[in-house]
């Protein structure tokens, strides 16, 4: 039985996939082309989970002749997913089909990159898919003898659908209507949340002033930021914690998040809930709010020991 392995991340699997692996099965070469789904990629890890990457794929490809979905790198736990590893291991498992290892050019033009790749022709044999003018290099095409089939260009992307959804934008035509509606069922290639915490310390009221801020992409701490800012109150130094941040913001193009700081003043000020009374604070409290408008964030009050922003504002930093 001849058997092309068509393996990748499918992140999510697409109607390029489909295809593809169609055309590799229609032309004549294959009994079957099996799904390979990687389990834990080494170069770059998949965003959605193995399982929901296997569904993903089983519904894209229901009642299509010849297309197998193949969780085989998943039963076998095999960690970190290497070619060459699992290949030793499809080829023992199943030592009764010929097997072929399905490539694009760009992979097979970096192969020497890949672990123990001198051992991957005793494995398989290699199908090179050719989009045009080959543009790999005759030695590698010499040391793996592929097969090379002609195969169409297609101008669909896992990164180009995850994008989309993040956006919020729609992925129709892209991939199933079933496919999507997995994505959203199980909430699937969300953004996950922005937040910062800001805070400032002073020695002394007025004293001279620390301030900091913590960005976090949901549970993890993308950017951390701290400063000796000058002289004046605590009051000063968490509005200059609170501008640093927005700043950072605006000029990274992030919107649309939430500010965590622990002065319950301050967060009344920016509610309306409290007047600003101090000439000092006026101008910073007003340029505040024009930032915080303008990149549509919303301000809230956290305990101190929730702050993640305070210890940073106790860095023994130099003094400007």
Same mark, same amino acid.
């Given at each position: 039985?001849?058997?092309?392995?068509?393996? =990748?991340?499918?992140?999510?699997?697409? *109607?390029?996939?489909?295809?593809?692996?169609?055309?590799?099965?229609?032309?004549?070469?294959?009994?079957? $082309?099996?799904?390979?789904?990687?389990?834990?990629? #080494?170069?770059?890890?998949?965003?959605?989970?193995?399982?929901?990457?296997?569904?993903?794929?089983?519904?894209?490809?229901?009642?299509?002749?010849?297309?197998?979905? !193949? &969780? *085989?790198?998943?039963?076998?736990?095999? +960690?970190?997913?290497?070619?060459?590893?699992?290949?030793?291991?499809?080829?023992?498992?199943?030592?009764?089909?010929?097997?072929?290892?399905?490539?694009?050019?760009?992979?097979?033009?970096?192969?020497?990159?890949?672990?123990?790749?001198?051992?991957?022709?005793?494995?398989?044999? *290699?199908?090179?898919?050719?989009? =045009?003018?080959?543009? %790999? #290099?005759?030695?590698?095409?010499? *040391?793996?003898?592929?097969?090379?089939?002609?195969?169409?260009?297609?101008?669909? /992307?896992? /990164?180009?659908?995850?994008?989309?959804?993040?956006?919020?934008? +729609? $992925?129709?035509?892209?991939?199933?209507?079933?496919?999507?509606?997995?994505?959203?069922?199980?909430?699937?290639?969300?953004?996950?949340?922005?937040?910062?915490?800001?805070?400032?310390?002073?020695?002394?009221?007025?004293?001279?002033?620390? %301030? &900091?801020?913590?960005?976090?992409?949901?549970?993890?701490?993308?950017?951390?930021?701290?400063? $000796?800012?000058?002289?004046?109150?605590?009051?000063? =130094?968490?509005?200059? &914690?609170?501008?640093?941040?927005?700043?950072? &913001?605006?000029?990274?193009?992030?919107?649309?998040?939430?500010?965590?700081? !622990?002065?319950?003043?301050?967060?009344?000020?920016?509610?309306?809930?409290?007047?600003?009374?101090?000439?000092?604070?006026?101008?910073?409290?007003?340029?505040?709010?024009?930032?915080?408008?303008?990149? =549509?964030?919303?301000?809230?009050?956290?305990?101190?020991?929730?702050?993640?922003?305070? #210890?940073?504002?106790?860095?023994?930093? #130099?003094?400007?």
């Amino acid at each position: 039985m001849k058997v092309a392995l068509f393996g =990748g991340r499918f992140d999510p699997p697409h *109607f390029g996939h489909l295809i593809l692996a169609r055309d590799l099965y229609e032309s004549g070469h294959f009994d079957t $082309v099996r799904f390979l789904v990687n389990y834990d990629p #080494p170069h770059k890890k998949a965003e959605a989970s193995f399982p929901h990457r296997v569904r993903m794929l089983e519904i894209l490809t229901k009642n299509e002749e010849g297309l197998e979905v !193949d &969780a *085989f790198e998943g039963e076998r736990a095999i +960690s970190p997913s290497y070619t060459y590893r699992v290949l030793k291991a499809y080829r023992k498992a199943h030592q009764n089909c010929d097997l072929y290892f399905v490539v694009g050019e760009d992979q097979l033009a970096q192969i020497r990159t890949w672990k123990n790749y001198q051992e991957l022709p005793s494995l398989t044999r *290699f199908v090179l898919l050719k989009r =045009g003018t080959l543009r %790999v #290099p005759r030695e590698i095409m010499e *040391f793996f003898r592929p097969m090379v089939l002609t195969v169409r260009k297609l101008d669909v /992307s896992a /990164s180009e659908i995850r994008r989309r959804l993040k956006e919020g934008r +729609s $992925v129709r035509g892209l991939t199933s209507d079933e496919v999507i509606q997995y994505i959203q069922t199980h909430s699937l290639y969300k953004e996950e949340p922005l937040s910062i915490y800001a805070d400032a310390s002073a020695k002394g009221n007025p004293g001279e002033l620390t %301030v &900091a801020f913590v960005v976090k992409r949901g549970d993890r701490i993308i950017y951390e930021f701290s400063r $000796v800012a000058g002289y004046g109150t605590n009051n000063e =130094g968490e509005y200059l &914690a609170l501008l640093e941040a927005l700043t950072w &913001a605006k000029r990274e193009n992030l919107s649309n998040f939430t500010v965590y700081m !622990d002065s319950r003043l301050v967060v009344n000020q920016l509610r309306g809930t409290y007047r600003v009374r101090s000439s000092r604070i006026a101008p910073l409290y007003m340029e505040a709010l024009s930032l915080l408008k303008e990149l =549509g964030v919303t301000v809230a009050y956290i305990p101190r020991r929730l702050n993640v922003a305070d #210890p940073l504002t106790r860095l023994k930093l #130099p003094t400007l």
